[in-house]
């Protein structure tokens, strides 16, 4: 188990600034092994909650994590806006340009899979191996949806939208996580509750900027992925949890885009595969990184 902490580094994205979490690696790579591993988080979530992952895995890999634009202690955009997936894709080369290092393999979880298919399709001659950890982007959505879905987002940047209920304490924030993902041990979902959460006049809030909250009036569709799946040419490690909700019923037809993966299942393991069984999750990346 590796017992390195990691440093904290502060990256410029056309005037934003991102905080990213590096763990420097020690020793020399395995033939053909990356040097560099890039861990991208999904929706409200946090480079530092894949701290517990990292723990586990090699020491000679080196790991980025980055907190995505209004996550973490990453900067937030302006009001007159909203989070897109473009945006984040140009985060991740800033990053990448500014610490990068060797060979890259990128692991990307929910939406941070999604944000990794998309960096991967575009710069494949760069990333060397990929991991989807429960991320091949959200279901497919109506298009009728869209006059109502546009009246919500305008509505929403005028009022604002509803954030997330405070916390009493750093436990309570524990105990929900505890809950909610049930392999998760006390000892671990007190350590995520502090790289989540924040103390702020008083209470305790989740780190992410609410206005993640406010619905994009984009619907998504699946076939604008289409041509980033099949541009991805390095091999590639798809996982899911046997407990997830992340189920589409297409999400078989988007794996079959890729033209080189192999596939692993958890299945007393629920969305927050990093999370529940991280010294499983990080067997599998050491692997599958060393193959």
Known sequence: MRQDDPRTERVDSAGLSLRVHVWEGHGEPPPGAPRTLLLLHGYLDCGGTFAPLVRELPPWLRVLAPDMRGHGESGRIDRSTWYHFSDYVRDVRAVVDALGEGSLAVLGHSMGGGISVLFAGTYAEEVVRLVLVEGLGPPE????????????????LADGPRGSRPFSSYDDVA?????????????????????????????????????????????????????????????????????????????????ARLATRRHVHFEDCGHMVHYEVPSLLAGEIAGFLES
């Open 175 to 255: 105990s929900r996580l505890a809950r909610q993902n049930p392999r998760v041990t006390p000892e671990r979902a007190a350590e995520l509750a502090g790289w989540l959460a924040e103390e702020v006049e008083g209470e305790v809030r989740y780190r992410h900027d609410v206005w993640h909250r406010a619905r994009t009036p984009q619907l998504y569709r699946p076939a604008r992925y289409t041509p980033f799946l099949e541009a991805i040419s390095c091999p590639v490690l798809t996982v899911t949890g046997g407990r997830s909700w992340y189920k589409w019923p297409d999400l078989e037809a988007r794996r």
């Open 141 to 156: 959505e109506d298009l009728s949806d869209g006059p109502a879905r546009m009246a919500r987002w305008v509505k929403e």
